[in-house]
């Protein structure tokens, strides 16, 4: 062969009929690069053999094989510099090393180096050359899988660090009020966003929920949302008044962004101590929903700006009476800007309600928010673009 040549060959029995290799021989003798092509005509190995005769060709071309036969011995390379730049390749194929009888050491030198094997020529026949292609090819599939499977259980640990800060336990002690929570990625399915919540109790009995999104996807959002979901309960904590604490956290959320561009919405709830009513606070959020003792959205025609918008809190409180039982749902925007279907519009409350409308009375608090969301996505016709968090409070209704 000469030049860049391609040619297949297949061995019966070896590989399923219609699988066949993409090999790229690095070699820059032509008695070399010939003896390659008959031994594996002599088996009819299941590949498609391409030739090239420098690293940098390799290099180009080593993406899309399955695996690389490559000769130490090149113009374009000393010692085992060939062999260093096709494994610098990212994504790049396994390396099975062609060494010469005088050369045999620097063969194991180029699988301590990372080659997955290595052969000497005039001592392998053609079976021997397809089977270390194999456990080539084998062996960096395993590679792979185990090194995805390394990653996904790094992000695993991620997502529970983060979902420990962003999904609290909270602090109030009161057991009649119950609560529920529940969160889902979104169609990204990589890492948490930065939806957060949490709930702590003051001394004079009234129990203060935050529910947030910060804009955005990723660990930088995550650890915002953890930011200002601790900066929150250390205001309520420290006593800190309810009109002056959107602002403080508004001040954290533009000292911790990344970006001007970044803000945060959210929904900031006092109930009071009878539990017969709360006051409201929202900053560019969806006001919660009232799932009994009627199934509404309560008041949203007072939402001040998104924190990070402006400089200052413009948030005003609106007071809302509940009733002695009632179930309340707050919910982040990736839940109300589900779609009807692939670019229908947002569902919001109006198309919601009814969902949880057919959901009702639940099974439990659990099933209602895991129901709610799959229906939902069935309605978008798929996984939700955003995430999605959902805090259920219930007083005095079963």
């Given at each position: 062969?000469?030049?860049?040549?391609?040619?297949?060959?297949?061995?019966?029995?070896?590989?399923?009929?219609?699988?066949?290799?993409?090999?790229?021989?690095?070699?820059?003798?032509?008695?070399?690069?010939?003896?390659?092509?008959?031994?594996?005509?002599?088996?009819?190995?299941?590949?498609?053999?391409?030739?090239?005769?420098?690293?940098?060709?390799?290099?180009?071309?080593?993406?899309?094989?399955?695996?690389?036969?490559?000769?130490?011995?090149?113009?374009?390379?000393?010692?085992?510099?060939?062999?260093?730049?096709?494994?610098?390749?990212?994504?790049?194929?396994?390396?099975?090393?062609?060494?010469?009888?005088?050369?045999?050491?620097?063969?194991?030198?180029?699988?301590?180096a990372g080659a997955?094997?290595?052969?000497?020529?005039?001592?392998?026949?053609?079976?021997?050359?397809?089977?270390?292609?194999?456990?080539?090819?084998?062996?960096?599939?395993?590679?792979?899988?185990?090194?995805a499977l390394r990653?996904?259980?790094?992000?695993?640990?991620?997502?529970?660090?983060?979902?420990?800060?962003?999904?609290?336990?909270?602090?109030?002690?009161?057991?009649?009020l119950r609560h529920?929570?529940?969160?889902?990625?979104?169609?990204?399915?990589?890492?948490?966003?930065?939806?957060?919540?949490?709930?702590?109790?003051?001394?004079?009995?009234?129990?203060?929920?935050?529910?947030?999104?910060?804009?955005?996807?990723?660990?930088?959002?995550?650890?915002?949302?953890?930011?200002?979901?601790?900066?929150?309960?250390?205001?309520?904590?420290?006593?800190?008044?309810?009109?002056?604490?959107?602002?403080?956290?508004?001040?954290?959320?533009?000292?911790?962004?990344?970006?001007?561009?970044?803000?945060?919405?959210?929904?900031?709830?006092?109930?009071?101590?009878?539990?017969?009513?709360?006051?409201?606070?929202?900053?560019?959020?969806?006001?919660?929903?009232?799932?009994?003792?009627?199934?509404?959205?309560?008041?949203?025609?007072?939402?001040?700006?998104?924190?990070?918008?402006?400089?200052?809190?413009?948030?005003?409180?609106?007071?809302?009476?509940?009733?002695?039982?009632?179930?309340?749902?707050?919910?982040?925007?990736?839940?109300?800007?589900?779609?009807?279907?692939?670019?229908?519009?947002?569902?919001?409350?109006?198309?919601?309600?009814?969902?949880?409308?057919?959901?009702?009375?639940?099974?439990?608090?659990?099933?209602?928010?895991?129901?709610?969301?799959?229906?939902?996505?069935?309605?978008?016709?798929?996984?939700?673009?955003?995430?999605?968090?959902?805090?259920?409070?219930?007083?005095?209704?079963?």
């Amino acid at each position: 062969m000469s030049g860049t040549e391609s040619t297949a060959v297949r061995v019966p029995g070896t590989e399923p009929a219609d699988v066949v290799w993409p090999i790229l021989l690095v070699e820059d003798d032509d008695a070399d690069a010939f003896l390659v092509s008959e031994l594996l005509d002599e088996v009819a190995a299941p590949v498609e053999l391409t030739r090239v005769r420098t690293v940098a060709e390799a290099v180009r071309r080593s993406e899309q094989v399955a695996c690389v036969l490559l000769d130490l011995g090149l113009p374009d390379s000393e010692g085992l510099s060939a062999l260093r730049r096709l494994l610098a390749v990212e994504a790049g194929a396994p390396v099975v090393v062609l060494t010469g009888l005088v050369d045999e050491y620097r063969g194991a030198q180029a699988v301590a180096a990372g080659a997955q094997d290595y052969l000497v020529k005039g001592q392998v026949d053609g079976r021997d050359l397809v089977r270390a292609v194999r456990y080539a090819i084998e062996r960096k599939r395993a590679d792979t899988a185990a090194q995805a499977l390394r990653e996904s259980e790094l992000r695993a640990d991620e997502r529970a660090r983060l979902e420990r800060g962003l999904l609290p336990r909270p602090l109030y002690d009161d057991h009649r009020l119950r609560h529920a929570a529940r969160y889902r990625p979104g169609r990204q399915q990589s890492l948490l966003g930065g939806d957060f919540y949490d709930m702590v109790s003051t001394p004079d009995g009234t129990v203060h929920v935050l529910l947030g999104d910060v804009c955005g996807h990723g660990p930088d959002e995550a650890a915002l949302g953890v930011s200002l979901r601790i900066a929150w309960r250390t205001l309520v904590l420290a006593g800190v008044a309810e009109a002056d604490r959107l602002g403080y956290l508004q001040r954290v959320l533009v000292s911790e962004r990344e970006h001007d561009e970044i803000f945060a919405t959210v929904c900031a709830l006092s109930i009071a101590p009878d539990r017969g009513s709360v006051r409201m606070r929202l900053a560019g959020h969806p006001p919660p929903a009232l799932l009994h003792p009627r199934l509404t959205a309560l008041p949203g025609d007072v939402v001040g700006p998104a924190l990070g918008i402006l400089d200052e809190d413009l948030t005003e409180e609106v007071r809302v009476e509940l009733g002695q039982r009632w179930v309340l749902l707050l919910a982040t925007d990736g839940l109300l800007e589900g779609r009807e279907g692939p670019g229908g519009e947002p569902l919001g409350w109006e198309g919601v309600l009814p969902e949880i409308a057919q959901l009702w009375p639940p099974d439990g608090p659990d099933s209602l928010l895991d129901s709610l969301i799959d229906r939902v996505e069935a309605r978008n016709g798929g996984p939700l673009t955003d995430d999605v968090a959902l805090l259920l409070l219930m007083w005095g209704a079963d």
